[in-house]
């Protein structure tokens, strides 16, 4: 069984910065992909950002231009880095992996909080 660690979470002004990661409890596993969702107090869980194997990276409108993602591979790492944070990004931010047998493993969350 799979793990995923999310960290980086926390309280932050806006207009500040914060990073996540998202870290696999296994390194000899094969991770086709890893993303982003993050969820608000009453809404859907939404798409944040995804990198696949190939390298194609896709992010969700509402964070373009603000957030990155970027994965090392070897250690089946996913990172959101996250700048210009406005009070409409506070959301329970989860990590997404892609694993053999066409299964998803989600991580438990980490909480972004952004407020004056």
């Known amino acids: 069984q799979v793990q995923l660690v999310e960290s980086g979470g926390g309280l932050v002004q806006p207009g500040g910065s914060l990073r996540l990661s998202c870290a696999a409890s296994r390194h000899d596993l094969t991770v086709y992909s890893m993303s982003w969702y993050r969820q608000a107090a009453g809404k859907q869980r939404e798409l944040v950002a995804a990198?696949?194997?190939?390298?194609?990276?896709r992010y969700g409108d509402s964070v373009k231009g603000r957030f990155s993602i970027s994965r090392e591979r070897g250690k089946n790492t996913v990172n959101l880095q996250m700048n210009s944070l406005k009070p409409e990004d506070t959301a329970v931010y989860y990590c997404?992996?892609?694993?053999?047998?066409?299964?998803?493993?989600w991580g438990q969350g980490t909480v972004v909080t952004v407020s004056s």
């Open positions: 990198i696949v194997a190939g390298g194609t990276i």
């Open positions: 997404k992996a892609m694993v053999p047998g066409y299964r998803e493993v």
